[in-house]
T-cell receptor, first 111, second 117 residues
């Protein structure tokens, strides 16, 4: 089983739609979780950290379920500029912070 | 603005030559930097952890004699791909964290796209 698994997509949605991405991780001792966004042929950029109580940043909402080892990202009112690959990222147990990346879920927002 | 700077952004080299990639932390000191590699349509894979003033820690399957890492100062880490071959063609990205906690997120350089012909 991969350490971090995501649905690769692609998710093709119209502007204004709400879209949700899911991610599961295998290491129950993982302690920090993030969503990154990666545009084509570019470096990943931090979108948001994911906290146990769930957190929101504008149109983006992240949720964590430790019992199920499941992380989600919800994007409301999708914009064309949201088109990118969204990476679920988990820290490795006992590490100094080496992060494990999922393969990413590709989102394409259409006019 | 960018907190981690990487150079060059892209490089094309002939098989058998060596390529050096620089990673600099801007306006902060990074005792630890991480080097990742990403093949097309694949996830980022950690290659090694670069530690200032000491030897790098390599991930399983990464040849330390092929991928030389030097972290001589608190703001600069370099990765040298020695005797590069076409299968080394990839997107190499360095990263560092600005916070002291290992739970703080990583910030990435802009990456180096290496093509070996």
């Amino acid at each position: 089983r991969k350490e971090v698994e995501q649905d690769p997509g692609p998710f093709n949605v119209p502007e204004g739609a709400t879209v949700a991405f899911n991610c599961t991780y295998s290491n129950s001792a993982s302690q920090s979780f993030f969503w990154y966004r990666q545009d084509c042929r570019k470096e990943p950029k931090l979108l948001m950290s994911v906290y146990s109580s769930g957190n929101e940043d504008g149109r983006f909402t992240a949720q964590l379920n430790r019992a199920s080892q499941y992380i989600s990202l919800l994007i409301r009112d999708s914009k064309l500029s949201d088109s990118a690959t969204y990476l679920c990222v988990v820290n490795r147990r006992g590490s100094q912070g080496n992060l494990i990346f999922g393969k990413g879920t590709k989102l394409s927002v259409k006019p | 603005g960018a907190v981690v700077s990487q150079h060059p952004s892209w490089v094309i080299c002939k098989s058998g030559t060596s390529v050096k990639i620089e990673c600099r932390s801007l306006d902060f000191q990074a005792t630890t930097m991480f080097w990742y590699r990403q093949f097309p349509k694949q996830s980022l894979m950690l290659m090694a952890t670069s530690n200032e003033g000491s030897k790098a820690t390599y991930e399983q399957g990464v040849e330390k004699d092929k991928f030389l890492i030097n972290h001589a100062s608190l703001t600069l880490s370099t990765l040298t791909v020695t005797s590069a071959h076409p299968e080394d063609s990839s997107f190499y990205i360095c990263s560092a964290r600005t916070g002291s906690s290992y739970n703080s997120p990583l910030h990435f350089g802009n990456g180096t796209r290496l093509t070996v012909t």
